[in-house]
């Protein structure tokens, strides 16, 4: 994947090169969910690139259930002072006012969040409005380029979050793979045209569409999420094409005790940093031991889904 | 005489390596006689067969953690200060070429130096404070114009920590309303800048810097070919 992100965006704006290049500099690693300080200093030790600060892992948030909201910033600002890599926190979707306090608090990447309660069902928030960039998820090229559209400078898949089953982060990688190649089919076959009609196909902005065929990826850094428990799930999404991982509940569930969740940290790590080396796939998958128990995919009830939050 | 062939790796352990792959390809055509490669480096093996090096912007907490796990600081540390050969740091890779840095994670980090100087990590702040500003850097030459300069969650050189005149500063920034700061410094074989050249188009600072890779090696492969072929090469350039 050699290609120059910032020489693809060329046309773009001093704003959107500095949002989208702090994504670049994350690239190969790990982002981890932690609730607390003393899990923000396990993620930072064992080599987290950021954290992502929120009141409950997704696993947690499923089993407690209610209206699950931005976190409480005086627990943001603890975690903000325990560590020096960049601090992420949730908002809800479409939630302006929870993104301005975020920024406000100088978060260095507001996650527009299906895994909270959506404050929106019509729009996301338009993040070009904002000096603080956002990653948001996405199930397929469509939904990419839309949130791309609206400001996003950071993708993620959504998979299906607290769960600890990679199936749906696995088919939503796919689909975006799929989709950039059929972009890029219908670029060479069909020109302009093939863009256009594509583009109204999937509900996607034509100008990003015909740039991410141009570039053969999407325009911005793609992490996975969504179900990433393990070394081995970890190394597979580096392998279909992802530029890093989010691992939320994987590190801290069901972990036997601190120095268990720090192995398993240390584990998810060393397989995003040598996700192609057979060897140290081997040793991190040792080192990571028992992962969480999770919930199969399958055996969730529809409205138990987060992935369908957004669109 | 320049080799005819020079290999450039880029430390690939994590953060904007095919950005700064991508630059070195279009910066390389400013020296057609020369065949560069260009490889990413995960292993000391792989760092044993580059002539020159680029560590690249990322964070510098996990470039350090993982570069212990590979076993990779002390060739790092023998390329960089025992063979001296030429070595840029962006950002992340500009702490991990600073003897000292201030603003670190508890317990500190593990450093790679080169540079004699003291680097301030996160000097302006959050992302909300990373910046784009035009940088006025003379060694680029006379009339090109301003370099485009993007700082993200930027280090700054602090202090120069030894007062023998080795190090040159290069590059200064001046945010509005805060003191001039030191982003570009040069000693020797190392250099390193706090902003991120491989994120613009632009190919002026990579390009110069490979002329400074062709230059150091034509003088390395004049009296000591076999010293160099053997990698045990100790060019000085003052």
């Not at chain 2, 002539?51 to 023998?78: C, H």
């Not at chain 2, 740091?89 to 790679?112: D, N, P, R, W, Y």
């Not at chain 2, 540079?115 to 500003?133: C, E, I, M, W, Y």
Request: charged share 25%.
């Amino acid at each position: 994947m050699a290609t120059n992100l910032a020489n693809g965006l060329s046309s773009i704006s001093d704003d959107f090169t500095v949002k989208a290049g702090l994504a670049q500099m994350l690239k190969g690693g790990v982002i981890m969910d932690v609730t607390n300080v003393e899990q923000a200093r396990i993620a930072e030790e064992a080599g987290a690139v950021a954290v992502m600060a929120l009141e409950r892992i997704p696993s947690d948030i499923r089993k407690v259930g209610g209206v699950v909201r931005m976190s409480n910033p005086e627990m943001i600002k603890e975690i903000q002072a325990a560590v020096t890599i960049p601090v992420m926190a949730k908002a809800r979707i479409g939630h302006i006012v929870e993104c301005q306090i975020l920024e406000a608090l100088g978060i260095d990447y507001v996650d527009e969040s299906e895994v909270l309660t959506p404050a929106d069902d019509q729009y996301h928030v338009q993040k070009t409005d904002f000096k603080v960039p956002f990653v948001c998820g996405c199930r397929n090229l469509g939904e990419a380029l839309r949130r791309i559209k609206e400001g996003a400078a950071f993708i993620r898949t959504k998979g299906e979050a607290g769960t600890g089953d990679v199936v749906e982060a696995v088919k939503h990688i796919r689909t975006v793979n799929a989709e950039i190649a059929q972009a890029k089919a219908a670029l060479a076959s069909e020109g302009e045209l093939g863009i256009a009609k594509l583009a109204r196909e999937i509900g996607a902005d034509p100008i990003l569409l015909k740039q991410t065929a141009e570039l053969g990826r999407l325009p911005v850094v793609n992490f996975a999420a969504g179900g990433v428990a393990t070394p081995a799930d970890a190394a597979l999404m580096m392998q279909l094409g992802c530029d890093g991982v989010f691992v939320g509940s994987g590190i801290f569930k069901d972990a036997l005790d601190r120095e268990h969740a720090a192995k398993r940290a240390r584990a998810i790590v060393k397989a995003v940093a040598n996700w192609t080396d057979k060897k140290a796939l081997i040793e991190a998958s040792i080192e990571h031991g028992t992962a969480m128990k999770g919930i199969s995919n399958a055996d969730l009830k529809e409205e138990e889904r987060l992935a369908g939050r957004g669109w | 005489m320049p080799p005819p062939a020079i290999t450039v790796g880029v430390l690939a352990l994590q953060g904007g390596v095919v950005e700064h792959i991508a630059l070195l390809h279009r910066a390389s055509s400013s020296y057609p006689s020369i065949t560069f490669h260009f490889l990413e480096v995960r292993t000391p093996e792989q760092l044993s067969l580059c002539d020159a090096l680029v560590i690249p912007g990322g964070e510098s907490t996990t470039m350090a953690i993982v570069a212990r796990r590979l076993g990779l600081f002390e060739p790092l540390r023998e390329f960089v200060k025992i063979n001296h050969k030429p070595v840029w740091g962006t950002c992340a890779g500009l702490v991990m070429l600073a003897e000292e840095a201030s603003a670190t994670k508890q317990g500190g980090q593990e450093l790679i130096g080169g540079l004699d100087v003291r680097v301030l990590r996160n000097k302006f702040g959050t992302q909300v404070q990373s910046f784009v500003a035009d940088l006025n850097l003379e060694f680029l030459g006379d009339g090109e114009g301003p370099f485009r300069g993007v700082f993200i969650r930027a280090p700054v050189v602090e202090e120069v920590i030894n007062g023998d005149g080795k190090v040159r500063v290069l590059g200064t920034v001046k945010k509005p309303g805060e003191e001039e700061d030191i982003v570009a410094v040069r000693q020797g074989n190392v250099f390193g800048t706090s902003f991120h050249p491989e994120l613009t188009g632009d190919v002026r600072v990579h390009a110069w810097w490979l002329g400074n890779v062709v230059e150091a090696l034509s003088q390395s492969v004049k009296g000591e070919d076999l010293v160099i072929r053997s990698g045990k090469s100790v060019t000085e350039q003052t």
